[in-house]
């Protein structure tokens, strides 16, 4: 059994010359669109986890109450 493991294995990792070239608009654009996807996805982060965060902790300068805003002036 573990020379036929052996056997399979070698056969799947066992790798030919590949005769391929890359060139460098090829390269910058596959490199461009992974840098395209992990910032998109760190912005959905941000925008999901981060800014709802943000108005959670800013400090509320609004605390005045809705006859405030209307601007009666009962004294």
């Given at each position: 059994m573990t020379k036929y493991t052996l056997?399979?294995?070698s056969i799947l990792l066992y790798s030919s010359?590949?005769?391929a070239y890359v060139?460098?608009?090829?390269?910058?654009?596959v490199i461009g669109?992974?840098?395209g996807?992990?910032?998109?996805i760190l912005m959905a982060i941000i925008?999901?986890?981060?800014?709802p965060l943000k108005?959670?902790?800013k400090k509320d300068d609004d605390n005045e109450t809705l006859e405030d805003k209307n601007g009666s002036d009962e004294k």
């Open positions: 056997v399979v294995l010359s590949a005769f060139g460098p608009g090829l390269g910058v654009g669109a992974i840098v996807v992990v910032l998109a925008g999901v986890f981060w800014y108005r959670m902790f």
